[in-house]
């Protein structure tokens, strides 16, 4: 198997996605919150079709926190374990009101206090929202840092995040992260990979390559 710099992967990866960005429609930190929570097993696009008459309903963060939970359940219907979510991001809402004047915190500490937010959320709303540098591992992230060979097969999440930063120059966290889901999201597939298209396949990781 060929071998190929990090710098390499991020020139090839800066030419087929140099406008790869946050597909969650938001318009302030509440919304990019909300969105990211409910995002979980779920596509951006599936996100998007709900949060429009979720917003309208419950504009502010208060507005969430006081919410009757079967309202908000309407509202996200058309997503997968929506009741689960509805509680989530009704609990996200109360706590930042109740603990944090109503502003979505800024700190990794401070977000991972509040309902629905794993490390994953925290560092989308830190990046998205306040500009700090971060690099969240979704599924797109870890499948395609496998099969790049950034990290090893058996990396959990958290290890895979601690490897990136080490390997990535932090002032890049944030494009990449973009960048390696659009490659997963619309080339790298978890199943029929484009991988005809792929300027990885010789270094890819991948046993069952579409070839």
């Known amino acids: 198997m060929e071998r190929m710099s990090v710098d390499e992967i991020l020139s090839h990866l800066d030419r087929m996605y140099p406008d790869a960005h946050c597909e969650l429609n938001h318009a302030n930190a509440y919304e990019m919150a909300i969105a990211v929570i409910l995002s979980a097993q779920t596509t951006d696009a599936s996100v998007n079709q709900v949060t429009p008459k979720l917003f309208e309903k419950y504009p502010t963060v208060e507005s969430l926190a006081n919410a009757e939970l079967k309202d908000v359940e309407q509202c996200i219907s058309r997503l997968g ?5 509805a509680r ?5 809402a109360k706590g930042v009101v109740e ?4 502003i979505v915190p800024d700190t990794m500490d401070d ?3 509040l309902s629905g937010v794993g490390r994953k959320c925290a560092n989308v709303i830190l990046s998205e929202c306040y500009g700090i540098p971060s690099l969240a591992v979704d599924t797109h992230v870890t499948r395609v840092s496998k099969r790049l060979g950034l990290v090893y097969q058996k990396d959990d999440v958290n290890t895979i995040e601690r490897k990136l930063k080490r390997k990535i120059p932090k002032e890049r966290w944030i494009k990449t992260h973009h960048q390696m889901i659009f490659f997963g999201r619309y080339l790298c597939h ?3 990979p484009k991988c005809g298209l792929c300027p990885f396949v010789s270094i890819c990781h991948e046993k069952n390559k579409n070839l």
């Open 99 to 102: 603990n944090y004047g109503g």
């Open 111 to 113: 977000l991972l206090t």
């Open 81 to 85: 374990l929506y009741h689960n979510k």
């Open 190 to 192: 978890a199943r029929s």
């Open 88 to 92: 989530s991001i009704v609990n996200f």
